[in-house]
């Protein structure tokens, strides 16, 4: 079992930058795979990133490959979402989330996911 709790959200400019950060309570962190999912005004939630337990391998939606980078410090028990120029249509509810079992969807599916944070506000401002 793990708690999630997000934070680093605020209002940016088009093409600022922007680090979440996802803090994890307890001493198996490094048992979840993690993944950043986002939820604009009016749509559904969407998948954005997602790291594996060691970190050695990530995966993003095409959508964000080359401005985000997700990472994690397991000594730290955090992921983090370095978001880079940054775009109008990047606002949204970001949310932190952990899984253990790929069987349960690939890493794209919230599914695939057991556990959320409540989300953090990310603003991006044209």
């Known amino acids: 079992q793990v708690q999630l709790v997000e934070s680093g959200g605020g209002l940016v400019q088009a093409g600022g930058s922007l680090t979440l950060s996802c803090a994890a309570s307890?001493?198996?962190?490094?048992?979840?795979?993690m993944g950043w999912f986002r939820q604009a005004p009016g749509k559904e939630r969407e998948f954005v990133a997602h790291?594996?337990?060691?970190?050695?391998?990530?995966y993003y939606t095409d959508s964000v490959k080359g401005r985000f980078t997700i990472s994690r410090d397991n000594a730290k028990n955090t992921v983090y979402l370095q978001m880079n120029s940054l775009k109008p249509e990047d606002t949204a509810v970001y949310y932190c989330?952990?899984?253990?079992?790929?069987?349960?969807?690939?890493?794209?599916?919230?599914?695939?996911?057991?556990?959320w944070g409540q989300g953090t506000q990310v603003t991006v401002s044209s």
């Open positions: 307890g001493r198996t962190f490094s048992m979840y795979f």
């Open positions: 989330a952990a899984g253990m079992d790929y069987n349960l969807g690939t890493v794209v599916r919230e599914r695939a996911y057991t556990y």
């Open positions: 790291i594996n337990r060691s970190g050695g391998t990530t």
